[in-house]
């Protein structure tokens, strides 16, 4: 099985802050994918990597920047945490399959509920 | 973007069958539909997707309409574990497999 790990369930950070949310794959994936979800606004991309090294924007990238040094680790960083970035935080990873679209599903880690105080 | 409508709740009995239906009206010939559920305080869990044909796994049947403007979630044994909200998704074409998830349907398992 796909196993998508999150570095912390819960985690409360100030103001200011800057914010490493980190997360693993196991399953040598190509595609890491981070999203938050908020109540009545569904899951919103933040931001996606095709390969180590390569990051594109998602559709709210605002105030977000990414990491992928290695294939398996995706890390999210928030530069200066402000309180509307409290939020549920997802990663996923799929697998490239030679093809910019894959048909292959996401697979989600259990999340990162994070509040900015 | 194909966009997804389904409908915002729906109960079922313990033990029967759960029909989720889904309409995509726009999809096109490449895209696929796929579904997820999200049981409360955990991350989104894949369940089953298809192109055209029905499709079957251990988890679920997916019923595709021979238009494929609209297709059905079928859990055929339904348990109270399987309450969760369900998102019936067609990711746009050639853009990285991005998932767009919209409000999806809340199912009620009742014993």
């Known amino acids: 099985d796909v196993k998508v790990t999150q570095s912390s369930r819960y985690l409360v950070k100030r103001t200011g802050e800057k914010v490493f949310l980190e997360c693993v794959q196991d399953m040598d994936h190509e595609n890491m994918f981070w999203y938050r979800q908020d109540p009545g606004l569904g899951l919103r991309l933040i931001y996606f990597s095709y390969d180590v090294k390569m990051k594109e924007k998602g559709d709210i990238p605002e105030g977000y920047s990414v990491s992928r040094e290695k294939k398996e680790r995706f890390s999210l960083i928030l530069e200066s945490a402000s309180t509307n970035q409290t939020s549920m935080y997802l990663c996923?990873?799929?697998?490239?399959?030679?093809?910019?679209?894959?048909?292959?599903?996401?697979?989600f880690g259990d999340g990162t509920r994070l509040s900015i105080l | 973007d194909a966009k997804t409508t389904q409908p915002t709740s729906m109960d079922c009995a313990e033990g029967r069958a759960a029909n989720l239906p889904c309409n995509h009206s726009?999809?096109?010939?490449?895209?696929?539909v796929y579904w997820y559920r999200q049981i409360h305080s955990q991350g989104p869990q894949y369940i089953i997707h298809g192109l055209k044909n029905n499709e079957t796994n251990e988890m679920a049947s997916l019923i595709i309409t021979e238009d494929r403007k609209s297709s059905t979630l079928i859990l055929p044994h339904a348990t109270l574990r399987d309450t969760a909200v369900y998102y019936c998704?067609?990711?746009?074409?050639?853009?990285?497999?991005?998932?767009?998830f919209g409000q999806g349907t809340e199912l009620s398992v009742k014993p």
């Open positions: 726009t999809i096109s010939g490449n895209e696929y």
């Open positions: 998704i067609v990711p746009p074409y050639n853009q990285g497999g991005k998932l767009i």
């Open positions: 996923a990873s799929t697998t490239y399959r030679g093809n910019i679209y894959s048909n292959q599903p996401q697979h």
